[in-house]
Structure formats: structure tokens, C-alpha cells
């Protein structure tokens, strides 16, 4: 199964932008990148997802290299509600969640 | 919708004793999801159902752990008999479709200790 690499930990203050990363070099063609988060004590919820192309959504954006064995997740002002763990898929036929990224948001 | 339920959201028992947890998935959602989650293994996939029919159960730990689902609202995941090292956050999801694009919906997670 295609795998992923995030940075264990990242910190931002309040109101700026995070750029959290994810390496997926073994992608394959067909292979979506999702981006799920899960705040303290609570099950994971969907961010974002994408293929090729960047996304945006209300949540958040989701850049994604041109030869797609990167991408990062964009959250534009960075509040205390989006301290979470924030997790970078690869959606084939697995779905294997990894480590994450515990983003810390500071006052 | 009030999402995926699931219940009960914390479970105390001693080992040995059999343990049973149930989840609703969101309505008109073919697809269920069992995951446990442990500080050590992160978050994983035990089984997962479409139609009611289980898929795929290779991520079920052991003979002690099975899990059904009856019908389309309604799943179990039992642990019989428990051990300790089943401590975990059962997490049970729903989505609509299977697929490389497809969402999954997760409930709040039920926190099972076993003394």
C-alpha cells in the first residue's frame, strides 16, 4: 500500500496560515489524497481531497505537486478550534490513516 | 442526519468478560467501517461491510473479535472473551460509496478499558 510521511508535530499562531506537508512519493495514478482531521476526543472528520488538481473548500486547501508525490494542506487563518491531528490519505482501495501532523495553535 | 452513532461511548469490564459495541451508520449509507485506535498502532482498519456483507475483516486482531451487521442500520463489533491489550477508542464509520473519492463519516468512538 501506497504510504505517507507528515512531521509529527507543527505549531502556528492564531490567525495565520498553516502549510502542513505530506510526502506520498510511492503514489500511483489512480490514488486520491484526502486530508482528515480529528480534534481531542472525537472521531476523525473529512477535510478535503483531491487528485490533480489544487482544491479549495471552505475548510481548507489542498496544493498538490505536479508530479503528485507531494502535497499540502493550506488552512488560511488558523483558529483554537483547528488544534487537531491532521491526517494525509491515499485513497485506492486502502485506507490507511498513519501518524498525522498534531498541529498546536497558539493564542 | 445525526451522523454515526455510536454506543456506548465508554465500556469498563474486567478480562474475560464479553464486550459488545454498536454503532448506526448514517442512513443510506452502503458502506460500514470498524477502526480501533491505540497511542502504539494509530488509527486502524479492522473490517468493513458493504450491504451488510462483510468485505474485508484481515485487520480483525484475532478469533476474539467479530462483528456483524444485521442490517443496513445497525452493526456490532463483540470482543469475547476481552483482554487488557483490547483497550482502545473503537471508532465505527459510514460512507456512501466505495472508492478512491468516497468519504468516510465517523462516529464519536466508544473508549473500551479492560482491567
Known amino acids: 500500500d501506497a504510504k505517507t510521511t507528515q512531521p509529527n508535530s507543527m505549531e502556528s499562531n492564531e490567525e495565520e496560515p498553516v502549510h502542513l506537508p505530506c510526502n506520498h512519493s510511492t503514489i500511483s495514478g489512480t490514488d486520491y489524497i484526502h486530508w482528515y482531521r480529528q480534534l481531542p476526543s472525537q472521531g476523525p472528520e473529512y477535510v478535503i481531497h483531491g487528485l490533480t488538481s489544487n482544491v479549495n473548500n471552505r475548510m481548507a486547501s489542498l496544493a498538490i505537486a505536479e508530479d503528485r508525490k507531494s502535497s499540502t494542506l493550506i488552512l488560511h487563518r488558523a483558529t483554537l478550534r483547528d488544534a487537531a491531528v491532521y491526517y494525509c490519505?491515499?485513497?485506492?482501495?486502502?485506507?490507511?490513516f498513519g501518524t498525522g501532523t498534531s498541529l498546536t495553535v497558539i493564542p | 442526519d445525526a451522523g454515526v452513532i455510536q454506543s456506548p461511548r465508554h465500556e469498563v469490564t474486567e478480562m474475560g468478560q464479553e464486550v459488545t459495541l454498536r454503532c448506526k451508520p448514517i442512513s443510506g449509507h452502503d458502506y460500514l467501517f470498524w477502526y480501533r485506535q491505540t497511542m502504539m498502532r494509530g488509527l486502524e482498519l479492522l473490517i468493513y461491510f458493504n450491504n451488510n456483507v462483510p468485505i474485508d475483516d484481515s485487520g480483525m486482531p484475532e478469533d476474539r473479535f467479530s462483528a456483524k451487521m444485521p442490517n443496513a442500520s445497525f452493526s456490532t463489533l463483540k470482543i469475547q472473551p476481552s483482554e487488557p491489550r483490547d483497550s482502545a477508542v473503537y471508532f465505527c464509520a459510514s460512507s456512501q460509496f466505495q472508492g478512491a473519492r468516497n468519504i468516510q463519516y465517523f462516529g464519536a468512538g466508544t473508549r473500551l478499558s479492560v482491567l
Open positions: 490519505i491515499l485513497r485506492g482501495n486502502q485506507f490507511y
